[in-house]
Every structure is written in structure tokens, then in C-alpha cells.
């Protein structure tokens, strides 16, 4: 099962997706991603929460 992500599902101002094989590789993509274009973005325990209930399986 392929791990889906979009950034403007958390909410973001963003037209970035993303996907990966298993949840830990798509949140390191999605970290990767909220340092290099979301300047001072924490990826907080909050916000990990966010993300992860807005994955969907495709
Ligand atoms: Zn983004």
C-alpha cells in the first residue's frame, strides 16, 4: 500500500504531495519538505498528529 500526503491537507497554503512506502518515510519526506519550503514550520508532536491523520492509502 502507497502512503499518500498533500501538504494543503494540514492546512498549508501548499500545492506539494507527496508519496512513500510506509508512514516513517513519508513523514521524513514531509519534515524534509516543511524545512526546505516552510521556513520556520516546527514539525511538532501536534502537527506530526495532524499529518498522520490526513495520510490516505493508495
Ligand atoms: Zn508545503
Known amino acids: 500500500m502507497t502512503k499518500s500526503i498533500s501538504c494543503a491537507d494540514t492546512g498549508a497554503n501548499c500545492s506539494w504531495s507527496t508519496t512513500a512506502e ?5 513523514m521524513k519526506k514531509v519534515s524534509q519538505h516543511a524545512k526546505e519550503e516552510h521556513e520556520g514550520m516546527k514539525v511538532t508532536p ?4 495532524k499529518i498522520k491523520s490526513h495520510i490516505k492509502e493508495i
Do not use: C, P
Open 46 to 49: 501536534e502537527l506530526v498528529a
Open 22 to 26: 510506509t508512514e516513517e518515510d513519508l
